[in-house]
């Protein structure tokens, strides 16, 4: 049996999440933008970090802020494509 089979329905409970800019100079002429993501629900922390290499898409991720809406408790469901959703009780974690 995969990993994944055996974690996909254990519950994550998320109680609020926060969002955090990061800059790195890389080079001379490349600033490095980044955000860590906080999830945090039942005394448990975790982060993430979204690494996408345009630093406008950043900015304007971290000017919305925590907008989503992700309190409540979830199973997790990896499937391929362009973003982050939730839907019914369900957190599809999509991938590019």
Do not use: C
């Not at 329905?9 to 002429?29: Q, T």
């Not at 980044?34 to 000017?63: C, F, H, K, M, W």
């Not at 997790?76 to 957190?91: D, F, I, Y």
């Amino acid at each position: 049996m995969a990993l994944y089979d055996l974690v996909r329905d254990l519950p994550l409970v998320v109680e609020r999440y926060g969002l955090e800019g990061h800059e790195y100079l890389a080079r001379a002429d490349f600033l490095r933008k980044t955000t860590v993501i906080r999830l945090s629900g039942a005394g448990e922390e975790g982060l993430g970090e979204d690494v996408t290499y345009d630093g406008g898409l950043q900015e304007a991720q971290q000017a919305r802020g925590a907008v989503l809406p992700l309190a409540g408790e979830w199973t997790l469901r990896w499937n391929r494509g362009p973003s982050v959703s939730g839907t019914g009780r369900e957190l599809e974690l999509r991938l590019p």
